[in-house]
């Protein structure tokens, strides 16, 4: 009986893992600033996630991901501009350790985060 029990389980896990993927294989993920991570400290890797390939133009005033203007909102936009950019050409999400991946969209009322295959 627990044999069956083991085998029902293992199937259905199977089918949970293959039916929470998209239809390429891939999951979504996205970049976003670590809560724990001071705000200088995400200000300075915000500035160079701007200077080397993300796209902050929605972050300037009057631009659909300004508000809410803190330092980790901007970061999260940011990071996950560089990472989505430039992931398959080595672009990482670290940013000396600011950092984490999420399974969870962030992207919010009018900012919308991007997510490239």
């Known amino acids: 009986m627990s044999s069956l029990f083991i085998r ?3 199937a ?14 891939q999951f979504e993920d996205w970049c976003i600033a670590d809560e724990q991570t ?3 400290e995400l200000e300075r890797a915000t500035k160079w996630a701007c200077e080397n390939g993300a796209d902050c133009s929605k ?3 009057d631009q659909p ?9 901007h970061a999260s936009f940011a990071f996950n501009s560089y990472y989505q950019r430039l992931k398959h050409k080595g672009g990482t999400c670290y940013f000396n350790a600011a950092a984490i991946i999420t ?3 962030p ?11």
């Open 38 to 40: 001071p705000d200088d």
């Open 59 to 61: 972050l300037q005033v």
């Open 107 to 117: 992207g919010h009322d009018s900012c919308k985060f991007e997510f490239l295959p």
């Open 8 to 10: 029902i389980l293992l």
């Open 12 to 25: 259905l896990f199977f089918l949970l893992s293959i039916l929470s993927q998209k239809s390429d294989g």
């Open 65 to 73: 991901c300004y508000l809410p203007n803190t330092a980790k909102d």
């Open 103 to 105: 399974a969870l969209n």
